[in-house]
């Protein structure tokens, strides 16, 4: 199944396709070292300028962060879980969200656990061309090795409203969500 794409590395921001192999992005993210995009279009964040192209290999090493939304994943994998606000500094970008764990599991120590780690209701905040971007996204999935920094938040550096205390569903132990 052919799923959008929208990208961030270290240098630029893309948008493109990636034929999905299982049930969710972040899986698909953390099991291949590689894998080919098409009707790709790069942005370069330090002076905005634009190069597209049909079709190329990208590294995951390579990726700081991708947006997420469908598919979410089977519900009948799903677990309960807290979420925790967290911000985090991930190469050029800074992100706020909220991260999913079990309450037993310290939620800063996920990125030595998982290659890849979600932040739901996040935003991401860059510089590109000079000017200060922010996207907002269901769900930011952020690779590990990019992360620099990982701190606890308040849900009022999030979104100015509490968080809701109650546990959330999840996906199984082990998987990220979205």
Known sequence: MQVPLTAYAEDCSFTGEVALTGDRLSDFLAATVEFEVHNLRFRA???????ETLYSSVLRDDLCLVLAGEPRGREELRVWT???????????????GYVHAPPTIDPLRLPSRRAIVALTAGTVTYVEAGAEVEVEAETVLVNSTWIETLETATAEDLDGEPADPSFAIDEAPGTAPA
């Open 45 to 51: 964040l330090d002076d905005g300028r634009v190069v």
């Open 82 to 96: 807290r979420q925790f606000p967290v911000v985090a500094r991930v190469g050029p970008y800074t992100v706020r």
